[in-house]
């Protein structure tokens, strides 16, 4: 009778045990404002577990670039819905079916990112005195309040994130700052403008767009490091070939070692005026221009000079997209060789603001952020579709 009375208070007490470690909160929650779904209802399955391949990881780092409206794993796609207020949405790539994970943003919503199992996003609810980054998992529940102030890039680690603020009490934007995810609190790393924020070891490459005053060119793109241990910054000189000084630098993102932009070149010759797509060696500190616009252009018809966006698929393979008001087109660059995937008048099909370039399958598509109700993704057979009509 003891023994049966004792084996049922060891259940009893291994029961309280696991209650009590799966109450526990997560240490990114701490002392920062945390709100759970009010679903109630547990699974009996596995929890679905997040994949992704190199080529998503790719994909998604350069479509972070391009305002972080949607982000791909293997089996579902999430993104921003401009047909619906802009409310999170997934999409899963086998069934066509939809579903929102989020719908308290009001319209603003951005820089989707994977990580730990968790979809996280910058957004403003009517509760939200600045843009917040928030996180949730893939079925849209225990959700999280992470920090305040977040600006257009960020960075999560294990133990840190790194992040760019939304605006300075001075009017300024995008200062560089670390949260600590176990004491809830941040420090700040630089006073000055930095974006696409790439890390690498313990250094974070960015570009600098402060206007010095130094020179005609200064506030027009300076790529930087900074060193996430001791905050020291470096300038990394960007000059060609033939001694010209890049500037004008775009979106930048990291990859095998090398860094990949969209620049200009400053001297006063005939291609300086042209956009160009350039990698820069991190180990040989060498910079080399892969193709320009004008190049790209010429394997097209009825297109113009516009906004460029590009994927990077594999060392020496990647997608680009140029397009403006008019019309887009999506090009294949592999190898030295260019090929025209799909163009398009984006006036006829009301995509008449900028468009996003991502991968589906591996295969390259674009998706439209107009607030128009056909938005969708174009160049590939999917639809993106209000939740309920699938």
């Known amino acids: 009778?003891?023994?049966?009375?004792?084996?049922?208070?060891?259940?009893?007490?291994?029961?309280?045990?696991?209650?009590?470690?799966?109450?526990?909160?997560?240490?990114?929650?701490?002392?920062?404002?945390?709100?759970?779904?009010?679903?109630?209802?547990?699974?009996?399955?596995?929890?679905?577990?997040?994949?992704?391949?190199?080529?998503?990881?790719?994909?998604?780092?350069?479509?972070?670039?391009?305002?972080?409206?949607?982000?791909?794993?293997?089996?579902?796609?999430?993104?921003?819905?401009?047909?619906?207020?802009?409310?999170?949405?997934?999409?899963?790539?086998?069934?066509?079916?939809?579903?929102?994970?989020?719908?308290?943003?009001?319209?603003?919503?951005?820089?989707?990112?994977?990580?730990?199992?968790?979809?996280?996003?910058?957004?403003?609810?009517?509760?939200?005195?600045?843009?917040?980054?928030?996180?949730?998992?893939?079925?849209?529940?225990?959700?999280?309040?992470?920090?305040?102030?977040?600006?257009?890039?960020?960075?999560?680690?294990?133990?840190?994130?790194?992040?760019?603020?939304?605006r300075e009490s001075n009017g300024a934007y995008f200062y560089m700052y670390k949260y600590d995810r176990k004491t809830g609190k941040s420090e700040l790393m630089r006073n000055r403008q930095s974006e696409y924020l790439n890390l690498v070891g313990d250094e974070i490459y960015f570009v600098d767009y402060t206007f010095t005053g130094e020179s005609l060119t200064s506030g027009s793109g300076v790529i930087c490091k900074i060193n996430v241990k001791t905050n020291k910054v470096e300038a990394i000189p960007m000059i060609d070939k033939q001694g010209r000084d890049i500037y004008r630098i775009g979106p930048m993102t990291y990859f095998n070692e090398k860094l990949f932009f969209t620049a200009h070149i400053t001297s006063p010759t005939e291609d300086s005026t042209i956009p160009s797509f350039y990698t820069y060696d991190l180990s040989k500190q060498k910079i080399e221009r892969i193709i320009t616009e004008f190049d790209l252009l010429k394997e097209a018809s009825n297109q113009e000079s516009g906004t460029w966006y590009f994927i990077i698929k594999g060392t020496d393979d990647y997608f680009f997209y140029i397009g403006n008001s008019n019309s887009y087109t999506v090009f294949s660059w592999q190898n030295g060789k260019t090929t025209v995937l799909f163009n398009g008048d984006k006036g006829n099909q009301k995509y008449l603001k900028s468009m996003i370039l991502l991968t589906m399958e591996g295969n390259p598509v674009t998706y439209g952020v107009t607030n128009e109700p056909d938005d969708k993704i174009i160049g590939g057979e999917k639809l993106m579709v209000k939740a309920g009509e699938a």
């Open 1 to 166: 009778m003891k023994t049966a009375k004792l084996l049922a208070l060891c259940l009893c007490l291994s029961l309280c045990l696991t209650a009590c470690t799966q109450a526990e909160p997560s240490e990114s929650s701490s002392e920062s404002s945390s709100v759970s779904s009010s679903s109630e209802s547990q699974s009996k399955e596995e929890p679905y577990k997040i994949t992704l391949t190199d080529e998503l990881v790719r994909a998604n780092n350069a479509n972070a670039r391009n305002f972080g409206y949607i982000a791909e794993e293997e089996k579902y796609i999430v993104y921003r819905n401009p047909a619906d207020n802009g409310k999170l949405y997934r999409y899963e790539k086998a069934t066509g079916t939809v579903k929102i994970l989020f719908d308290k943003n009001n319209g603003f919503l951005h820089s989707i990112k994977f990580f730990d199992n968790r979809i996280y996003f910058v957004t403003r609810t009517a509760t939200d005195e600045v843009p917040t980054l928030y996180s949730v998992d893939i079925e849209g529940e225990n959700l999280e309040r992470v920090i305040e102030g977040v600006g257009d890039d960020y960075i999560v680690t294990n133990d840190t994130i790194y992040y760019t603020s939304y």
